[in-house]
Antibody, heavy 118, light 110 residues
């Protein structure tokens, strides 16, 4: 069974950093791109970016709104995807989801809550 | 900035059929946009109904189908059930490695 479990969400002050993890199981992690999406409270979904599999260079793509502040990475030996959130702003508050794949995506994690507030 | 459009809301009768659309404010949607559709109920994570325009992942009922209608991607729900009452989001690949979500459609079954 494919499973994705996010962790690392927390209450942080503006300007601080946070790293979110997405622990996966049930599939060959290294064969897949991994994406991150977020949802602000009461709002819609926002695509953040993805990391390709090593077979496709392991390179990353980002939404303009987070490029330069967020960094997606992966550890194939641990089947974990990460997103590093830097210089956090109050508008970064929301639930962060990891998803298997990029174009297309399929399985979603349950999300982890990031709250940015002083 | 690329804007993906969806109807804000839609109502359907139980047993009825509803077609939601997903467009680009500037331009037409084609198979090259690899449209995906997701359903989300309050407090839950989204799950994938359709990807690559018209491909249903295993386990998704065939009441859900995807297509291109005119210049938009479309999700058709046939035989609507009470538990189809959800928010539906589309996601389009817009090139250069970038994807964009639509604003979502709230579907009410009544």
């Amino acid at each position: 069974e494919v499973q994705l479990v996010e962790s690392g969400g927390d209450l942080v002050q503006p300007g601080r950093s946070l790293r979110l993890s997405c622990l996966t199981s049930g599939f060959t992690f290294g064969d897949y791109a991994m994406s991150w999406v977020r949802q602000a409270p009461g709002k819609g979904l926002e695509w953040l970016g993805f990391i390709r599999s090593k077979a496709y260079g392991g390179t990353t793509e980002y939404a303009a709104s987070v490029k330069g502040r967020f960094t997606i990475s992966r550890d194939d030996s641990k089947s974990i995807a990460y997103v590093q959130l830097n210089s956090l702003k109050t508008e970064d508050t929301g639930v962060y989801f990891c998803i298997r794949g990029a174009v297309p995506v399929d399985y979603w994690g349950q999300g982890t809550l990031v709250t940015v507030s002083s | 900035q690329t804007v993906v459009t969806q109807e804000p809301s839609f109502s359907v009768s139980p047993g009825g059929t509803v077609t939601l659309t997903c467009g680009l404010r500037s331009g037409s949607v084609s198979k090259s946009n690899y449209a995906s559709w997701f359903r989300q109920t309050p407090g839950q994570a989204p799950h994938t109904l359709i990807h690559s325009t018209n491909t249903r992942p295993s386990g998704v009922p065939d009441r859900f189908s995807g297509s291109i209608l005119g210049n938009k991607a479309a999700l058709t729900i046939t035989g609507a059930q009470a538990d189809d009452e959800s928010d539906y989001y589309c996601l389009l690949y817009v090139g250069s490695g970038i994807c964009v979500f639509g604003g979502g459609t709230k579907v009410t079954v009544l």
